[in-house]
């Protein structure tokens, strides 16, 4: 982050492929396909894919989420071999943005605030649908049928992991005032 900060003005971070490889030792890589990209284009992630694979052998996962756009299929499928070319794991995710699908106009409202945007002018702006958001594991099943290794290789990774939300807390600095002020 020092690094990324560095790069750029005050408040930013600008961090570089270069700078995760130099340093990937401990950490868990997931990459996640940009959603605009079209499945005839996957394998164009083939090198990153074997330069995160070289500098963190055994803890790179190529992740696939169906976003119920109409090609989630032929992409499932794409992905699918290119994991299996690529020699890493497919893990199933949520690409989640909400934890329930009422929170939909939420996620709107904050998009365009994000964007400087109405929600009237928005347009593709805005989520197709209300699918981003947190699955049970039967639901997960369900859209993963085509790949329940996929389904499978997250329940590993996440039984893997020894780390609680409950760790996250902000921890207010010790200020230099006498106690009681």
Request: net charge negative; glycine share 8%.
């Amino acid at each position: 982050l020092t690094q990324g900060n560095l790069r750029v003005g005050k408040g930013e971070c600008r961090l570089l492929l270069d700078d995760l490889l130099a340093d990937a030792g401990g950490l868990s890589l997931i990459v996640m396909p940009p959603h605009d990209m079209p499945a005839n284009n996957l394998p164009d992630l083939m090198p990153l894919l074997a330069r995160l694979r070289q500098a963190a052998p055994g803890a790179l996962w190529l992740g696939a989420t169906m976003r119920r756009r109409g090609d989630d299929r032929r992409r499932l499928a794409g992905l699918k071999a290119l994991a299996a070319k690529a020699g890493v794991p497919l893990l199933a995710t949520n690409d989640v943005l909400d934890h329930h699908p009422d929170e939909r106009d939420l996620q709107d409202v904050l998009t365009c605030i994000r964007e400087g945007v109405t929600v009237e002018t928005a347009g593709r702006l805005l989520e197709a649908n209300a699918e981003r958001h947190l699955k049970g594991p039967g639901e997960m099943v369900r859209l993963f049928r085509a790949a329940p290794e996929a389904v499978e290789e997250t329940a590993a990774y996440l039984a893997c992991l020894d780390f609680s939300l409950g760790e996250l807390k902000y921890e207010y600095p010790e200020e230099p005032v006498p106690p009681g002020y």
